[in-house]
């Protein structure tokens, strides 16, 4: 029975950390090297809040998703 809670207890733990997201500019930095790998260049990465009306396309969510990463242009 003890072990049963203690696997309860730890799987809890790790889907909490798993619902807390990344942060922010650890995913901008992985989006921006695999963007740069594919030969890109003339554009921006911007973090905005969630729902923020922008020109750019939604390329990542971070902190839980309250947060978006956007891509524009140049």
């Known amino acids: 029975m003890k072990k049963l809670l203690l696997a309860v207890g730890l799987l809890s733990l790790a889907g ?8 922010c500019g650890e995913l901008k930095s ?4 695999k963007i740069q790998a594919n030969g890109a ?4 990465l911007e973090i905005v809040d969630k729902g923020t009306a922008t020109n750019g396309e939604v390329v ?12 524009n242009r140049g």
């Open 16 to 23: 909490t950390a798993l619902a807390a997201g990344k942060p």
């Open 60 to 71: 990542g969510s971070c902190e839980g998703g309250t947060k978006e990463i956007v891509y």
């Open 41 to 44: 260049s003339g554009y921006t």
């Open 30 to 33: 992985e989006i921006d090297a």
